[in-house]
């Protein structure tokens, strides 16, 4: 079993940047392939970005490639979201998970956080 907790989000003004972190507990963290989801309101959620537990590969949605940064820290059991550019179209909840093998789908993650806000006005 693992716990995630997010923490990191707000208002920001377009262009400009957030970081959010992703503490895990509970788990062997670095065993867990770890990815980051948002859901805007009124919509479905949708991958963001994820992170390989072994190579470290990364993999992003097309609308934040270039812009959003996903990293992680296995001694700190920790999962960043680093975020640039910001626009009012990235306003959502955004959620990290866990899964023992990361796709784009959401049904591929086991272990989820309850999410942070970002709000990106214009």
């Known amino acids: 079993q693992v716990q995630l907790v997010e923490s990191g989000g707000g208002l920001v003004q377009a262009g400009g940047s957030l970081r959010l972190s992703c503490a895990a507990s509970?788990?062997?963290?670095?065993?867990?392939?770890m990815g980051w989801f948002r859901q805007a309101p009124g919509k479905e959620r949708e991958f963001v970005a994820a992170?390989?537990?072994?190579?470290?590969?990364?993999l992003y949605a097309e609308t934040v490639k270039d812009r959003f940064t996903i990293s992680r820290d296995n001694a700190n059991n920790m999962v960043y979201l680093q975020m640039d550019r910001l626009q009012p179209e990235d306003t959502a909840v955004y959620s990290c998970?866990?899964?023992?093998?990361?796709?784009?789908?959401?049904?591929?993650?086991?272990?989820w956080g309850q999410g942070t806000q970002v709000t990106v006005s214009s």
């Open positions: 509970g788990g062997t963290f670095r065993r867990y392939d």
């Open positions: 992170i390989r537990w072994n190579t470290g590969r990364t």
């Open positions: 998970a866990a899964a023992s093998l990361a796709t784009m789908s959401d049904r591929s993650f086991t272990y």
